[in-house]
């Protein structure tokens, strides 16, 4: 598989609880921003030893649907014309409510994007204020509708818990309203208070607070059991697929495979040895600078020895219901997941389901995710 992702840093408004890398950004520093992204391709393509058509492509934000049609198209066009694109490819567009309507739909599904995914985030007015999006719940309703109507048949929504003052009764709402969408996907997000938000301020301050630890393993029990309940494939910690519509683009990132990057703040990984890890760093000036002097932007971060892909392989295969692929690891690192890692399996053993080919955790193993995994890194 080949892969690309594309991040686009600019938002309408900044919400208080963010802290990905993104900006308030005007018309004209959008339309900029994509003759780089199209110079960044280009630097890539010349430095990339075999470079293969893409698979996957995801663009990813910040909120990449504040660009037009015809933006979307030049750098498809790009791709295309460096790098190619295979015919049956899955192309991902974050969308959120408020910046998409029924024309700008059709143009981006003309324009080959095949994947939708709706940053809705609550179905509860109060909420989505509370968060400090832009949008409402008839925002939300209308943009599903239109992306329906525009030819969408894989769209996938987002959706936050563990909010300020949400409780059981709210959330199944929520959910049941969510449901009568028919999503083809659904992800999950639990809030969190990050250093530097807003929102971290206001916790610290007392005016807001987070939701205790038996009320947010109620929300995800809750959430996994409806969600199941209506056939849903709780097939990642934190995402729901109906039949066949997992995302391709992001179970490359938890199999550990190569995926490229463009766009300033954007993560590639590149699979050859034990593995590397890059990153364009977040800085806008110095991007543009490093492209106009013909230089490519991004810095190696990590590069991995045995141990330290081991280790991450285990990390993130855990995410899924499939697991640990106990012939793959063998194959991989030459060594059986049972030599490799004695202490952390025994630790943990209670929270893994296991079969002949296959470690994966409970339900209960991802609520305590984070501390499980420690035993592993
Ligand atoms: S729209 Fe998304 S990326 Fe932009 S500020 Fe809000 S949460 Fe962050």
Not at 105 to 122: E, H, M, P
Request: aromatic content about 10%.
């Amino acid at each position: 598989m080949s892969s690309l992702y594309i991040h686009i840093p600019f938002c309408s408004s900044k919400c208080p609880y963010c802290d990905f890398y993104s900006q308030v950004g005007t018309l004209e520093q959008i339309d900029e921003y994509v003759n780089f992204l199209n110079l960044n391709t280009e630097i890539l393509k010349q430095g990339t030893s075999s470079p293969q058509p893409f698979d996957t492509i995801f663009f990813g934000g910040g909120t990449p649907s504040l660009l037009s049609v015809p933006q979307i198209e030049r750098i498809l066009n790009t791709i295309q014309k460096t790098f190619g694109i295979k015919e049956n490819v899955e192309i991902s567009l974050e969308a959120n409510p408020g910046t998409v309507n029924l024309e700008k739909l059709q143009g981006y599904r003309q324009a080959g994007i095949n994947r939708l995914s709706l940053g809705i985030q609550s179905l509860n007015d109060k909420n989505l204020q509370v968060l400090g999006r832009i949008h409402n719940v008839h925002h939300a309703h209308e943009s599903i509708d239109a992306a329906r109507s525009a030819g969408f048949d894989n769209l996938n929504l987002d959706l936050m818990f563990a909010l300020p003052n949400q409780d059981l009764t709210g959330l199944k709402q929520e959910i049941r309203t969510l449901l009568s969408f028919a999503p083809e996907h659904i992800s999950l997000y639990g809030l969190t208070f990050e250093e530097g938000t807003d929102f971290s301020a206001q916790l610290q301050s007392g005016k807001l607070s987070s939701c205790e630890e038996s009320l947010y393993a109620e929300q995800y029990n809750l959430l996994h059991e409806k969600l199941a309940a209506a056939g849903y494939d709780h097939y990642e910690i934190s995402n729901f697929a109906s039949l066949d519509r997992r995302c391709h683009h992001n179970q490359i990132y938890w199999q550990r495979e190569s995926c490229l990057a463009i766009g300033v703040g954007s993560h590639s990984f590149i699979g050859e040895g034990w593995g590397e890890r890059w990153h364009i760093p977040a800085d806008l000036k110095l991007y543009k600078s490093s492209l106009l002097h013909g230089e490519n932007p991004a810095e190696l971060l990590e590069t991995y020895d045995h141990q330290d892909a081991m280790k991450e392989f285990v990390y993130l295969a855990l995410r899924t219901r499939d697991g640990i692929n106990l012939n793959k690891f063998k194959q991989l690192f030459n060594l059986s997941i049972d030599q490799a890692f004695p202490i952390a399996l025994k630790k943990t053993g209670k929270y893994l389901h296991t079969d002949n080919n296959h470690y994966n955790f409970r339900l209960n193993g991802w609520l305590l995710y984070d501390h499980l995994i420690s035993r592993f890194l």
